[in-house]
T-cell receptor
Framework: QKEVEQDPGPLSVPEGAIVSLNCTYS??????FMWYRQYSRKGPELLMY????GNKEDGRFTAQVDKSSKYISLFIRDSQPSDSATYLC???????????FGQGTTLQVKP | EAQVTQNPRYLITVTGKKLTVTCSQN?????MSWYRQDPGLGLRQIYY???????DKGDVPEGYKVSRKEKRNFPLILESPSPNQTSLYFC????????????FGPGTRLTVL
């Protein structure tokens, strides 16, 4: 079993849709949870991070963590064509200082 | 501008021909990593370095070498490349471990024939 599982998609939605991207993880030692966004032919860039269970909101993006079920979600409201990218969840442990990346979900938002 | 640079961006080579991919960061970060990205497998860490002259294996180190003689540079060396090392490679740096943002380079697409 992989430490982090993420549905690779691709996911195609119309502009304005609400998008839900999800990951599950198996290691209860993970203490912080990041989402990276990767545009085509670019390196990943940090989009959001959180250290605890619950929700964290930043504009149209909401990161949700449920440590009890080991489930991570990223919600995008009012999705835009510019949101078309691959989204990678990345939980990590302060003990090891290491991030474990999911496979990435490719999202396409159609105008 | 704060950035991580990699060279070359694209490389096609043949089996067994030694190559080096350079990585440099201008943010005075102590921690640097190399990843490879393959379809269905995501980003996997090859090697990392916590400071000058301190390097350690990641999850997929076989067939790779690294060195960290200066804080800003972290080259990836393939002594005898093989076709299964065809991949997209990313260098990343961060100020430290424990939840700090990793800054990624633009990637190097390597094809080994």
């Amino acid at each position: 079993q992989k430490e982090v599982e993420q549905d690779p998609g691709p996911l195609s939605v119309p502009e304005g849709a609400i998008v839900s991207l999800n990951c599950t993880y198996s290691n209860s030692a993970f203490q912080y949870f990041m989402w990276y966004r990767q545009y085509s032919r670019k390196g990943p860039e940090l989009l959001m991070y959180t250290y605890s269970s619950g929700n964290k909101e930043d504009g149209r993006f909401t990161a949700q963590v449920d440590k009890s079920s080991k489930y991570i979600s990223l919600f995008i409201r009012d999705s835009q064509p510019s949101d078309s990218a691959t989204y990678l969840c990345a939980p990590g442990s302060s003990n090891t200082g290491k991030l474990i990346f999911g496979q990435g979900t490719t999202l396409q938002v159609k105008p | 501008e704060a950035q991580v640079t990699q060279n070359p961006r694209y490389l096609i080579t043949v089996t067994g021909k030694k190559l080096t991919v350079t990585c440099s960061q201008n943010m005075n970060h102590e921690y640097m990593s190399w990843y490879r990205q393959d379809p269905g497998l995501g980003l996997r860490q090859i090697y990392y370095s916590m400071n000058v002259e301190v390097t350690d294996k990641g999850d997929v180190p076989e067939g790779y070498k690294v060195s960290r003689k200066e804080k800003r540079n972290f080259p990836l060396i393939l002594e005898s490349p093989s076709p299964n090392q065809t991949s997209l490679y990313f260098c990343a740096s961060t100020i430290g471990t424990g939840g700090n943002e990793q800054f990624f380079g633009p990637g190097t697409r390597l094809t080994v024939l």
